[in-house]
């Protein structure tokens, strides 16, 4: 398990995954999210790129941040990695807050992020559009993150999903500085400013970030793809990994020159 020691002593967990040789796309996870949970994706997209997975600090194996942070903290913690594997440019996908981590790499690093993979995520809560409201039973949030009726069509799926994030260190510290982070960032003016390749992906059944904001983001980002998965809720990756696996592969083997 390699880390990586930051100048403020926080250190960053990450995992490789795949051919050295390949190109490199790396992981940005949501708040509170780890590495386990990519475990659906990382086969398929290892088969074709070096996947770089990352804990956020406050995220996994990483340690919680020592202090406040911004979405630059994350973002400068990801380009470390890289630095520190001697790659210069990569493929970012990121998922919801990380998503968000990957549209400030994408405005203030154009020359490290070759595509961009915004998936479940918004351009920050001053522009977001609000989600409709969900009822989910009293103690169980983690329900919204599914679409309607999943659960019971594929209990052991959500059985799994549970006690992965179980098994995972708790970090209310981290998830507390990560939501700080995100109050006070905002990419929505400087959208029209990403210059590189980017699909934007969302289920339209997600009960966390509203599928709006998907549209959103690809009217504002110039030239941007937009996929809407019809049914899927927030952790679509997990619902449909097959799927969501074989369009970032598609979109990044059509901009392997980017």
């Known amino acids: 398990m390699p880390w990586l020691v930051r100048p403020d002593g926080c250190r960053i967990n990450y995992e490789l995954f795949g051919d050295p040789g390949s190109p490199v796309l790396t992981l940005l996870e949501g708040i509170g999210a ?15 790129l070096r ?17 406040s942070c911004t979405m630059t903290t994350f973002v400068e913690d990801a380009l470390a990695v890289l630095d520190e594997l001697n790659v210069e440019r990569a493929h970012v996908y990121g998922q919801s807050f990380g998503g968000m981590v990957a549209q400030e790499a994408a405005l203030k690093h154009p020359d490290r992020v070759r595509t961009l993979v915004l998936a479940g995520t918004h351009p920050g809560p001053a522009h977001a559009i609000a989600v409709a409201d969900r009822t989910v039973p009293k103690g169980e ?65 997600d009960g966390v970030v509203a599928p709006g904001n998907a549209e959103l983001l690809a009217r504002r980002i110039p030239g941007a793809e937009l996929r809407l998965l019809e049914g899927a809720g927030h952790v679509f990756w997990s619902e449909r990994p097959e799927l969501v696996d074989r369009l970032i592969l598609d979109f990044i083997e059509r901009h392997r020159d980017a």
Do not use: C, K
């Open 34 to 48: 780890d590495i386990a949970g990519w475990r659906r994706s990382v086969p398929e997209l290892a088969s074709e």
């Open 51 to 67: 996947v770089v997975a990352i804990d956020h600090r406050g995220n996994g194996a990483s340690d919680d941040p020592p202090g």
């Open 141 to 205: 949030p983690w329900r919204a993150l599914y679409a309607p009726g999943f659960l019971e069509a594929h209990p052991d799926v959500v059985g799994e999903d549970r006690r992965v994030a179980a098994a995972q260190p708790n970090h209310p510290r981290g998830q507390r500085r990560q939501w700080e982070a995100m109050q006070t960032w905002d990419a929505f003016d400087r959208l029209p400013q990403i210059a590189v390749p980017t699909l934007v992906l969302h289920g339209t059944e």
